[in-house]
């Protein structure tokens, strides 16, 4: 279904459907011998959720390798292992830096907020559409799980006044703020995306950190890797139509406008990441283009 300017979705539908498979990815990347991640609540995110597609895929009843033999699918778990893992050190290093508030946007199945060792006093909000906040939280209660912070939902859509939102959810601007944008920006229209920073810079005090990511071309080689996944995964049942959630248009490059906004920036390319993490990135002509994808880190000066 194409995407409209109020649109909304489960976590089986639209875009909830990518945070389902990312946590998918997730759980098969805590299996792996050498693992860079490790979630365990991922798998029972997935089987809460109910896309059969993906259950077979936790359950190992159906192999990534058999969905997809083009080897696009096949890496989706070392793509997001070393994703996760980056946002995973970004939010780690912010709090042994003293932030102790942090903002996930667009938290889907998001479960930092029980799996990583928050320092004591650390405070983690997570926002969502109402309906991924509360299927994800019913579900880690069923799961057993305990927040390792304090943890805060904002069930609110990011087309809405989050800024508010935030703040009656206890949020204080006065302090230093660790945000991730993880996975989120190619959902948003080019113009929504500079109104998300614009909005992040408002509510940030001096010493915060963000975390996001950034394609130089657009999300195009995102969109064509996106269709070959949705040819190959829907002979298997699944039937999201991946490109269809992507907004086109020219972006402002993310380092260059939080660098006007007085950010100080680092970058650095997807496969930079991926050595960084002792990882291979795969020889792939469809995957060529995510090389130059890049992993954004700024702070507030």
């Known amino acids: 279904m194409t995407r409209s300017d109020s649109d909304s979705w489960d976590l089986a539908s639209s875009v909830g459907a990518t945070a389902t498979m990312v946590a998918a990815a997730r759980a098969l990347a805590s299996r792996e011998p050498d693992a ?5 609540y991922a798998e029972g995110l997935v089987r809460a959720v109910g896309i059969d597609f993906f259950t077979k895929l936790v359950d190992g009843t159906l192999d990534v ?3 997809d033999d083009s080897g696009v699918a096949r890496l989706m778990t070392t793509i997001m292992a070393v994703r996760t893992r980056f946002f995973d050190d970004f939010f780690l290093n912010a709090s042994r830096d003293g932030v102790q508030q942090s903002v996930i946007l667009a938290s889907g199945l998001d479960s930092r907020a029980y799996r990583l060792p928050w320092p004591d006093g650390a405070t983690v909000f997570e926002l969502d559409q109402p309906q991924v906040i509360e299927a994800k939280t019913a579900a880690m209660t069923h799961l057993g799980a305990h ?59 001096p010493g915060s950190a963000l975390a996001t990511e950034y394609h130089p071309d657009g999300g195009a080689s995102m969109s064509e890797r996106a269709a070959a996944v949705s040819d190959a995964w829907g002979d298997h049942g699944f039937r999201v139509n991946l490109p269809d959630l992507f907004y086109a248009g020219e972006r ?17 390319p997807r496969s930079e990441m991926f050595a960084r993490y002792n990882r291979d990135f795969p020889e792939n002509d469809l995957l060529a283009p995510m090389r130059e994808s890049l992993a954004v880190t700024a702070t507030l000066s």
């Open 65 to 67: 390798g058999d969905a």
């Open 147 to 205: 927040p390792t912070c304090d943890r805060r939902i904002v069930a609110v859509d990011l087309r809405d006044d989050w800024p508010a939102a935030l703040r009656s959810a206890g949020f204080d601007p006065a302090l230093p703020t660790a945000w991730s944008t993880e996975g989120l920006l190619v959902y948003l229209p080019p113009e929504a995306q500079d109104r998300l920073f614009d909005d992040i810079t408002a509510m940030s005090a």
């Open 36 to 40: 860079l991640i490790s979630d365990p």
């Open 252 to 268: 402002r490059a993310v380092a260059d406008y939080l660098t006007e906004h007085g950010w100080r920036v680092t970058t650095a």
